[in-house]
T-cell receptor, first 116, second 113 residues
């Protein structure tokens, strides 16, 4: 079974631009969560989607948004990029939403975003 | 590979020794805890989990201990191998109205051959 895939793997943008990252979950998984990982803040939860609906959101500004499609693929968008948005963005999928049952989240390799 | 964290607590052990990685969690209402391993250039990988109604759970070469009184979690790795070198995160599920997985800062494990 193929794992979680994220595209692109690496991205370089400049301040003020916007970016869209993509995540394809494991086949059959309907929950997708996004995380930001930085050396200073560690892994921080961005949001979770299940059946095309956002179930939960972390403490990030409105510049960070996401969506999920009917095939469970998810995208996240960051508008008006700032230097501090440079990070590894990780996507994780699971069968059911976190909180519904105790089920394992499978992480993708991440997208490394660098904002210049 | 990519750096997960440049200023993480570090544990250095000799190959074959046992490793113990500790974690303090924040929310006394959390009832599900997970340990993840993250190797350079990869996303976190599930190692073992434990629910709050247990205080110990064993897997293959790994054991997780939970002390709810002091909100402490530990991961024990038996006969540590060079392939165990990675950053280890504990995570707790908490949050009203649905779970948010909150990750600890991580510990970098170096295994000396």
């Amino acid at each position: 079974k193929a794992g979680v895939t994220q595209t692109p793997r690496y991205l370089i943008k400049t301040r003020g631009q916007q970016v869209t990252l993509s995540c394809s979950p494991i086949s059959g998984h309907r929950s997708v969560s996004w995380y930001q990982q930085t050396p200073g803040q560690g892994l921080q939860f961005l949001f979770e989607y299940f059946s095309e609906t956002q179930r939960n959101k972390g403490n990030f500004p409105g510049r960070f948004s996401g969506r999920q499609f009917s095939n469970s693929r998810s995208e996240m968008n960051v508008s008006t990029l700032e230097l501090g948005d440079s990070a590894l963005y990780l996507c994780a999928s699971s069968l059911t939403p976190t909180g519904v049952s105790y089920n394992e989240q499978f992480f993708g390799p991440g997208t490394r975003l660098t904002v210049l | 590979g990519e750096s997960v964290g440049l200023h993480l607590p570090t544990l250095s052990v000799q190959e074959g020794d046992n490793s113990i990685i500790n974690c303090a969690y924040s929310n006394s209402a959390s009832d599900y805890f997970i340990w993840y391993k993250q190797e350079s250039g990869k996303g976190p990988q599930f190692i073992i989990d434990i629910r709050s109604n247990m205080d110990k759970r064993q897997g293959q070469r790994v054991t997780v201990l939970l002390n709810k009184t002091v909100k402490h979690l530990s991961l024990q790795i038996a006969a540590t191998q060079p392939g165990d070198s990675a950053v280890y995160f504990c995570a707790e599920n908490s949050g009203p109205g649905g779970f948010k997985t909150i990750f600890g800062a991580g510990t970098r494990l170096f295994v000396k051959a």
